[in-house]
């Protein structure tokens, strides 16, 4: 291994030790209306690409318009950091399923 490889290697190690840090949670939209949060649990194998970390993922607009409450953080399980971002529904949103709950509260009120 190069010198720079070594150096780059120790800086990326820093970088991920002083960003997925015990205790901190991790936020981001991975769709329009889509926030997911982390909660680091523990960063014991940061080094290997993987955290221990409790996920809560909201869609903002359900939310705010009353049609969901607030969900609570998922049991705590290993993530992949390169993996732990990946939204599988639409861009716009909706249900990883890729349906609304739109619709379902449309099919339920027609009843």
């Known amino acids: 291994m190069s010198s720079i490889q070594y150096m780059f290697k120790?800086?990326?190690s820093w970088f991920r030790?002083?960003?997925?840090?015990?205790?901190?949670t991790l936020s981001r939209f991975i769709a329009c209306d889509i926030r997911r949060e982390i909660l680091?649990?523990?960063?014991?194998?940061?080094?290997?690409?993987?955290?221990?970390?409790?996920?809560r993922t909201t869609n903002l607009l359900y939310l705010s318009g009353g049609l969901?409450?607030?969900?609570?953080?998922e049991p705590a399980k290993e993530l992949r950091i390169?993996?732990?971002?990946?939204?599988t529904g639409k861009s716009w949103g909706g249900l990883p399923d890729?349906?609304?709950?739109?619709e379902n509260v449309h099919r339920e009120q027609s009843d």
């Open 68 to 73: 969901i409450p607030q969900p609570e953080f």
């Open 17 to 24: 030790r002083w960003r997925f840090r015990e205790g901190k």
């Open 82 to 87: 390169d993996e732990m971002w990946r939204w």
């Open 98 to 102: 890729g349906t609304s709950i739109v």
């Open 10 to 12: 120790r800086i990326r």
């Open 40 to 55: 680091i649990i523990s960063a014991a194998r940061v080094d290997e690409g993987i955290i221990t970390g409790r996920i």
